[in-house]
């Protein structure tokens, strides 16, 4: 029997088989939500339609619920431990479709997993939130009106109530099955996520029953606990599951998982422009070993991470497909297909960067950063 594969979230290993992923932990696949979304006034997303949003759980219950005119809302978190790049591009693209279709929107940032696990200085990992996450978020479209952002360490009362409830509902053996090896200051990381998910449906912070969570494959560990815990505060409060959705993560340009701690496997947004195209032009693709074996045997765009930034981030569809077949055939060499990629790139980082130092200011004002 091949052994059930086991995700650590806070590791380097890459998911690499998703259908394996789907059957083992129950994840339903994207389409089967496809009907309700147009029911609830929304169109697939591009990361939807190009398969890179690629499972759920539960989306057809927070679906019917808008169908039914209740608030919906969708919250998710980042751990400010390095620079903003382009993965974490990928969640905010998701929060932005959310909240033009009318989702309440939560952003946690995890200032206090960024000091026990990753080690970050306090006021480093508060400084990087604001600056970094925040203010990149605002200048790709996130309404700072519309979204709550919050530190962890800054939450509230009925917050940490729930986090502190939440430690005598599951066991240290339970939390090994599912996470692996741990540490004091993973097991905290944990049921803090837990209580990032979970405290919104309080009425203290909105009462939103129906929440759904994007999260990257590599977190699911964190949904399944929740869920479980979910169920387990019965007699306390009642508390529903949380939805979720997956995607698959951006492979770094590498080939392997894109990090803010390894700065050649991705372009961060504020990097100069002659640096993001140093990195672009020096990114692995899935060419020939010459163009004459390209041109008679064509290319293989499914292991090039510039056909990867052409999908996740700078094509639309039509441009997208052509891109795919022209590399195909052997039509398209891959110096021309970074020379397109990088054009499309320029712009965008240059609208982006232009928006940015306004953001930061905007950043500052609306996140209450945390006094130590």
């Known amino acids: 029997m091949a052994e059930e594969p086991r995700i650590d979230p806070w590791g380097t290993v890459e998911v690499k088989d998703y259908k394996r992923l789907m059957e083992v932990f129950g994840i339903k696949p994207i389409n089967t939500i496809l009907p309700l979304l147009e029911k609830a006034g929304m169109k697939p997303s591009a990361y939807m339609r190009r398969g890179i949003i690629f499972g759920h759980r ?15 809302a969708v919250l998710t978190g980042f751990m400010p431990s390095g620079r903003f790049h382009f993965g974490h ?16 929107i939560f952003v946690a940032l995890a200032d206090a997993e960024a ?16 600056e970094e996450y925040v203010a990149n978020m605002i200048a790709l479209g996130l309404d700072p009106d519309k979204t709550e952002f919050y530190f962890q360490t800054n939450r509230g009362a009925p917050y940490y109530r ?3 409830l939440f430690a005598g509902k599951v066991t240290a053996a339970e939390m090994e099955a599912i996470y692996g090896d741990l540490t004091p200051a993973k097991v905290m990381a944990a049921l ?8 919104v449906e309080l009425e203290e912070y909105g009462g939103y029953k129906h929440v759904v969570v994007p999260v990257g494959a590599d977190q699911d560990p964190h949904l399944r606990l929740t869920r479980d815990l979910a169920d387990r505060m019965g007699g306390i409060i009642s508390l529903e599951r949380p939805a979720s959705t997956y995607h698959k ?22 990097d100069p422009l ?12 899935g060419g020939r070993a010459t163009a004459e074996e390209q041109r008679r045997l064509g290319g293989v765009p499914e292991s090039c991470t510039v056909y990867d930034m052409h999908m996740y981030h700078l094509m639309g569809d039509e441009e997208l497909a052509k891109i795919y077949r022209d590399c195909r055939s052997g039509a398209m060499l891959c110096g021309e297909c970074k020379l397109l990629a990088w054009s499309k790139m320029k712009d965008l980082l240059e609208r982006h960067q232009q928006r940015l130092e306004e953001a930061r200011e905007v950043a500052w004002s609306i996140v209450d950063a945390p006094r130590f």
């Open 58 to 72: 539960d989306m057809d219950r927070v679906l019917e619920a808008k169908i039914r005119g209740e608030p919906v």
């Open 89 to 104: 591009k990928l969640t905010v693209d998701q929060l932005i479709y959310y909240q033009n279709s009318g989702f309440k």
């Open 115 to 130: 000091v026990i696990v990753r080690r970050i200085p306090r006021r480093e990992a508060i400084r990087i939130a604001v």
């Open 162 to 164: 729930l986090l502190q």
């Open 192 to 199: 803090t996520q837990a209580a990032d998910i979970l405290h």
């Open 249 to 270: 993560m951006q492979r770094g340009l590498d080939g392997v998982k894109m990090s803010s701690s390894r700065p050649d496997s991705t372009i961060f947004l504020t």
């Open 274 to 285: 002659n640096e993001a195209k140093r990195k672009l032009m020096k990114a692995l693709t």
